[in-house]
């Protein structure tokens, strides 16, 4: 076989190959017992907040307040982390020690986004 009838031959190869190791993350199913729990549970009391110093970006820490924005303005990019429970933390830890334990179910099943 010729160089050039190599190359078509090689790619269709990798291709295949690509295809069936990304096709088992893409299908794979990871079981859990997690069951989402409200945490905020009552109204949000603004005499009691915490600041968090060094995460405002530079362009907002130099900038001007301009005031209050309505309601219903809509709030793009933005991010509210809270953290853990127990629990969440428990049953974490627990999925990832079964991801890594031949003798479950979840062995190998990775999350994807």
């Known amino acids: ?21 990304l096709s088992q993350a893409m299908f794979a199913v990871v079981t859990t017992n997690a069951h989402p729990v409200a945490r905020v549970t009552e109204r949000v009391d603004n005499s009691k907040r915490t600041v968090i110093h060094g995460h405002v970006p530079r362009v907002i820490a130099h900038s001007s307040d301009l005031g209050r924005l309505p309601g219903n303005t809509p709030m793009r990019h933005v991010l509210m982390v809270l ?31």
Not at 9 to 15: E, R, T, Y
């Open 1 to 21: 076989m010729s160089n050039t009838r190599r190359i078509p031959v090689l790619l269709a190869a990798m291709f295949t190959l690509a295809f069936a190791v």
């Open 83 to 113: 953290k853990p429970s127990f629990e969440q933390d428990n049953e974490l830890q627990r999925l990832i020690d079964q991801q890594h334990d031949k003798r479950t179910i979840n062995h190998h099943q990775w999350l994807t986004p």
